[in-house]
């Protein structure tokens, strides 16, 4: 891996941390920043997709929820498209509630490079586990 790339792995961990951590602090306007205007998510929990205002809704309800802890998700790789400018993060997730059994699996974004940063453009999230 060149050294340009090493960095740009890390920025996109970084911002994986971020959404991470946006998550645990219901701070729904730095997910709003993380997600690119044209998002899409095949969640776990639908056989439906969801835009960046859907999603941006079920994390607002999943929020107003009492029992809702968290969802974390630990990136496995990532790989770049030939010119640097896209990523795909593969990885596994895990999504806990108070008095229900933790939800898990694994989970694959792609990433695009624009001009400030990177952005989280799609994912998709597939239930092993609860």
């Not at 790989?79 to 008095?99: I, L, M, N, Y």
Request: proline residues 5%; charged residues 25%.
């Amino acid at each position: 891996m060149t050294d340009m790339a090493a960095q740009q792995e890390a920025k996109i961990r970084q911002a994986r941390s971020a959404f991470n951590d946006a998550l645990i602090a219901k701070d729904l306007p730095v997910i709003d920043a993380l997600l690119q205007a044209d998002y899409a998510v095949m969640p776990s929990f639908s056989a439906r997709c969801f835009d960046k205002p859907g999603i941006l809704d079920v994390y607002r309800n999943y929020f107003a929820d009492p029992a809702f802890i968290t969802f974390d998700r630990t990136p496995d790789s990532v790989v770049f498209g030939p010119d640097g400018k896209r990523a795909a993060e593969t990885g596994r997730w895990r999504g806990s509630w108070r008095g229900q059994p933790d939800r898990a699996g694994i989970y694959h974004a792609a990433w695009l490079l624009t001009d400030r940063d990177w952005k989280l453009t799609k994912e998709s999230y597939v239930l092993l586990e609860g």
